[in-house]
């Protein structure tokens, strides 16, 4: 497991907020959803999807491609 520096740290952070800034927007604008799993998700799904899994959005075939899938429960 690595590390964060702390540059990663509040760049990750920021992600993390514009995730849920950006959730909110979208939850807003369709006049429905539930924010609660947005908001509470955003750190962590900023760093698997920002740090940690390796994924090439520009190469969607690469492999090896790590998947990740969030169940509600």
């Known amino acids: 497991m690595?590390?964060?520096t702390p540059?990663?740290?509040?760049?990750?952070?920021g992600t993390a907020r514009q995730l849920r800034v950006d959730s909110l927007r979208m939850i807003s604008r369709c006049g429905a959803g539930?924010?609660?799993g947005a908001l509470s998700a955003a750190e962590i799904l900023?760093?698997?999807?920002f740090h940690t899994l390796r994924i090439d959005p520009a190469r969607p075939?690469?492999?090896p491609v790590h998947t990740y899938r969030l169940f509600p429960g």
């Open 34 to 36: 539930h924010a609660g």
């Open 2 to 4: 690595t590390t964060l």
């Open 7 to 13: 540059q990663q740290t509040r760049q990750l952070e």
């Open 46 to 49: 900023s760093v698997l999807y």
């Open 61 to 63: 075939a690469w492999q």
